[in-house]
């Protein structure tokens, strides 16, 4: 049976209670759940003496102890993988993979609360947004793989040969093997599934990696994969770090097809130097410093609304949010007004109040990070529109690594602040006089990931939204997902696409059949 949530909290009682994250989640900062590893169908014991300790990003508070994987464990989950594609996983009839992803949709679904009091135990993001955004894309990215893969045919080819006969080239796909996947803190949930609905769907098996800030919501997926008849070995967790640690076993290792990984583009390059010489696939969505372009016959309102999302999600942690607003000068100040009034109206506070907007940077390291830029910015020169600081929220949160939204101008492109990813609750804003200056300031940065355009003229939206250097171009919009569509990024954010399509490319390899008739 297993042991359950220990309330009375690790610093006053012994380590090895816990496991129950839902309960321990219920009691959020005075639970520690311990969080495993799970290996061929099954957690692995607990061994404090290699586990890390996870801190509560809203309060400070230590709220989990982590197993950490060493070369062994991961050795163990390449190998249950490996085994689970051999026993013939990888060539489970299409229909019955499917038929599976919609049961995992379903159970999701009926364990909806759970997932997402683990998202916000982890990450200290409102309950709101949880809901709203993480746990439900969990849902919709299994549904929507499993339909992908069930409605998915092949190209063929019918070729002239000299003397009238002809020959028909086919492709088969085939699974990659054995997935490495490994995921950043921001949007745990959403992002594992993202890419594990699509490499199961496509008959890999997979080792995946989460984040070491945030465990809990790659461990719940494995109870879920488990309830609905997955076959042991297919689905894999490793917990741990990056560099020397589980995250290294595993892109270092021999027994890994591929690597699918989201997160930093400075760890993207040092995966990619890992991967090299076994020459594996890889799939990288990595960082951003996207740009908003504001045309002056905007509905100044909407866009508003729109921009605001697009800076503050996730207090900032989303890899598409927009850190460099380019606004036409006539509007400027409406624009710079409106956006501080929108800032203004954000309610930070308790991760589990429904009314919170706004929650904590997940960790104080990476707080430390982006208050340099604070620093930078104002060394710079930049006007402060809004916040610049740390705010101060009471007792139970003040131990937090809470942060305020920020707004500056008077700064451009030339500098730091406008060039370097910052990934908080923040953006600079730029004026511009034409579309040629908007579109050249837009795209003048080494990343190439997302970018999105407000204007009420059709075609300058189409025009300036093709113009734009990057994966996705919103127009009046911002983070509106068809899980249909190519994901990804250009330059520095990212190798590749997902999505639909993109995504069963990615996960097979085909095999061209070539018949001469
Ligand atoms: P990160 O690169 O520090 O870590 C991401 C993951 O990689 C974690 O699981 C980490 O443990 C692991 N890792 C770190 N070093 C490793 C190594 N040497 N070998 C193997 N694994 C290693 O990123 P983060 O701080 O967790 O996440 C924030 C970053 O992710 C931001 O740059 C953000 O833009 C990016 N991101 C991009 C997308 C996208 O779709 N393009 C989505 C979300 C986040
Ligand atoms: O919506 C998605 O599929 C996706 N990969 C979003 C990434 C967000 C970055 O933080």
Redesign the pocket.
């Known amino acids: 049976m297993k042991p359950t949530c220990d309330r009375s909290g690790y610093s006053s009682g012994p380590k090895e209670y816990l496991s129950d994250m839902a309960a321990c989640s219920e009691a959020r900062t005075m639970a520690v759940c311990t969080i495993r590893n799970f290996v061929d169908g099954a957690e692995i014991e607990f061994d404090d003496r290699h586990s890390s300790e996870k801190i509560d990003p809203a309060s400070g508070v230590v709220s989990a102890l982590v197993h950490e994987a060493d070369q062994s464990v991961v050795d163990a989950a390449v190998a249950a993988a490996r085994r689970a594609l051999a026993d013939g996983w990888a060539t489970t009839p299409v229909r019955e993979r499917a038929a599976l992803l919609r049961r995992v949709a379903d159970r999701i679904e009926a364990r909806f609360e759970e997932f997402v009091a683990a998202e916000v135990a982890d990450t200290g993001k409102p309950v709101a947004l949880a809901r709203e955004l993480d746990v439900a894309r969990a849902v919709a990215n299994f549904r929507t793989f499993a339909d992908v893969v069930a409605a998915a045919g092949q190209e063929s080819f019918l070729m002239d040969l000299p003397g009238g006969r002809q020959a028909l080239n086919y492709a088969v796909r085939k699974p990659l093997g054995v997935v490495a996947v490994?995921?950043?803190?921001?949007?745990p949930l959403l992002?594992l599934t993202w890419k594990v609905a699509a490499a199961l769907a496509c008959g890999n098996a997979v080792v995946v990696?989460?984040?070491?800030e945030t465990p809990s919501t790659a461990s719940l997926l494995a109870e879920v994969l488990t309830e609905v008849g997955l076959p042991r070995g297919v689905y894999n967790v490793v917990h741990g770090?990056?560099?020397g640690s589980a995250?290294?076993f595993l892109?270092s290792h021999t027994g890994i097809d591929g690597v699918t990984f989201?997160?930093?583009?400075a760890?993207g390059s040092?995966?990619m130097r890992?991967v090299a010489p076994r020459v594996r696939p890889v799939s990288f969505?990595?960082?951003?410093k996207n740009a908003a372009v504001v045309f002056d016959d905007v509905d100044l309102d909407e866009a508003l609304t729109g921009l605001s999302k697009a800076i503050f999600t996730n207090t900032g942690q989303v890899?598409l949010c927009t850190e460099r607003v380019y606004v036409h000068r006539a509007i400027f100040d409406d624009v710079a007004n409106g956006l501080v009034a929108r800032a203004a109206a954000l309610r930070l506070g308790e991760p589990t109040d429904d009314r919170t907007t706004t929650g904590p940077l997940i960790s104080k390291t990476h707080r430390e990070k982006v208050l340099s830029y604070f620093a930078l910015a104002e060394q710079s020169g930049a006007k402060v529109l809004t916040g610049g600081g740390i705010p101060r929220l009471g007792e139970a949160l003040d131990d937090g690594s809470w942060i305020e939204p920020t707004l500056w101008s008077g700064i451009g492109n030339d500098n730091r602040v406008l060039r370097e990813?910052i990934?908080g609750p923040v953006a600079a804003l730029v004026p511009f006089d034409t579309e040629e200056q908007a579109i050249e300031l837009a795209n003048d940065t080494e990343y190439g990931?997302a970018a999105s355009v407000w204007t009420n003229d059709l075609r300058r939206g189409h025009r300036v939204g093709q113009a734009m250097n990057v994966g996705m171009s919103w127009v009046n919009t911002w983070f509106l997902r068809d899980l249909l569509s190519p994901f990804g990024?250009m330059g520095l954010?990212?190798i590749g696409r997902e999505g639909g399509a993109s995504s069963l490319h990615f996960y097979t390899e085909p095999t061209n059949v070539c018949v001469q008739l």
Do not use: D, Q
């Open positions: 490994i995921v950043p803190w921001n949007l992002l990696k989460p984040s070491e770090f990056g560099a995250g290294e892109t989201t997160g930093s583009s760890t040092h995966v890992t969505e990595l960082g951003g890899c990813e990934f990931l990024g954010s990212g």
